[in-house]
């Protein structure tokens, strides 16, 4: 019994020192290993946590920018000389913005010194194509593809879409034979797909090929400069006509979401139409807009998800995966001027009227900003206490035979804000229109910064 009892013991003991082996052999292999493991996860921890708190900083900064910018910014204005109203702007680089007027000119304004700098327009293939009469339309859209390297914009004939490429500005392509009316709106789909808004209801989806872009890179003419192609469009489609008078069913503005590659588009009818746009044109729903007057101008919120439309009084945000019972207006505070131009920059919507002011609706706390020097700061209790609103400088106006016979005893117009654009930092604002009176000749540019 005692052999047995000892033996026993024996194995018991082997049998903890053996446990106690195991046990020390598993943590140094653990420790081994964690700390292989947290080399890794460490570095790349580190890594990526910087990326985010870096990504975070730079969202929160950009945020807290966009906030309190619009208060303290300051005004320089541009001397246009005699063009007439500009309709449509976007930057090209940290100084260069280039315009589009309604006397059909595009030129490029240099930010720092004022210089203007005429881009010559591309012509159709059959110049007795184009309407007789093309007074009063202009250029009313200008959009960068994607990668900032090609321009459209609408042609000699404000029916035709022109392409330029970046950043020389030299022409590409022509889109000549598709719109029997003027075109209204522009909007990149991919780096070589654009579609066009038309006043005559229709939008076009046009390509700009590899082969066409490689052609306008070779082509010289004798005195060697640059020539360009002139092409068709890819597919050609009407807006909806059965819901109300067909004949006024003018496509006045387009909007790309990128996630869903799905086009947004406002028909002066009052009317909100969702396509979706890849290498074709399907379309998705059509819904009355709450606020139907002067639907004029729209712009997609990639962030928040939703669509601005601008009317005659009010901004409007459509959600198209929420029923159209849910749309939320806001009013402009200015009755029958019209929201004229809308942008998103971060959570701040930026409003341009056509009594010459700029409103900046913040879409986190669903108001507008707040005036930070104003005597109604803080006070919501009248409209239009303490609201933030900036307002256009004089501008340039023609005293000419209509300005004699019709507003001579006035002594002043504001100057609508037609147009508006974010530099990429987001800390400048190209701002620009002319009067609003259709009658009137004259125009604004001006820098706030």
């Not at 303290?72 to 007439?84: D, K, P, Q, V, W």
């Not at 700061?377 to 009248?382: F, Q």
Request: aromatic share 8%; net charge positive; charged share 20%.
């Amino acid at each position: 019994m005692a052999r047995k009892t000892v033996s026993r013991k024996r194995k018991a003991g082997e049998s903890r020192e053996q446990q106690l082996g195991w046990a020390q052999s598993l943590c140094k292999r653990q420790r081994v290993t964690a700390v292989r493991r947290s080399m890794v996860c460490v570095l790349r921890g580190r890594e990526f946590r910087q990326q985010y708190h870096e990504h975070r900083l730079q969202q929160s900064m950009r945020g807290y920018a966009a906030q309190r910018l619009p208060g303290i910014l300051r005004e320089r204005e541009f001397a246009l000389g005699t063009l007439n109203k500009v309709f449509a702007s976007q930057w090209l680089n940290h100084r260069q913005v280039v315009c589009g007027t309604k006397c059909n000119t595009l030129f490029v304004v240099d930010v720092m010194t004022g210089k203007i700098t005429r881009i010559p327009m591309l012509k159709d293939r059959e110049p007795g194509c184009a309407l007789l009469d093309q007074q009063g339309c202009g250029i009313h859209a200008i959009e960068l593809n994607p990668s900032r390297s090609l321009l459209a914009t609408g042609g000699d004939n404000p029916n035709s879409l022109a392409v330029y490429r970046l950043p020389t500005l030299d022409p590409v392509c022509v889109g000549d034979e598709g719109h029997k009316d003027w075109i209204f709106s522009i909007a990149w789909i991919s780096d070589t797909m654009a579609v066009s808004g038309s006043r005559d209801g229709s939008m076009g989806l046009w390509e700009v090929s590899e082969e066409v872009l490689s052609r306008a890179e070779r082509q010289r003419d004798a005195a060697g400069v640059p020539t360009y192609s002139h092409i068709a469009h890819r597919a050609l489609k009407d807006i909806p006509k059965e819901y109300t008078n067909p004949y006024n069913c003018k496509v006045r503005a387009l909007a790309f979401n990128n996630n869903n590659k799905e086009l947004g588009a406002v028909s002066l009818d009052g009317y909100f139409h969702l396509w979706k746009a890849e290498q074709s044109l399907c379309k998705l729903q059509s819904m009355k807009l709450p606020h139907c007057k002067e639907n004029v101008c729209l712009a997609y919120g990639q962030e928040w998800s939703v669509y601005a439309v601008g009317s005659q009084a009010h901004v409007s945000f459509l959600d198209p995966r929420q029923p159209p019972n849910n749309v939320k207006s806001v009013f402009s505070r200015e009755r029958g001027s019209g929201i004229r131009s809308v942008s998103f920059y971060e959570h701040i919507i930026t409003v341009g009227t056509g009594q010459g002011s700029l409103l900046f609706y913040d879409i986190r706390a669903q108001r507008f900003l707040e005036d930070p020097s104003g005597v109604g700061c803080g006070h919501k209790g009248r409209l239009g206490d303490g609201i933030l609103k900036l307002s256009t400088g004089n501008g340039w106006l023609n005293h000419d035979e209509t300005w004699r016979s019709y507003f001579s005893d006035i002594s002043s117009f504001p100057n609508a804000v037609y147009t508006h654009c974010y530099d990429t930092s987001g800390t400048k604002l190209f701002v620009a229109g002319g009067p609003l009176c259709s009658g009137l000749h004259g125009n604004y540019a001006g820098l706030w910064s």
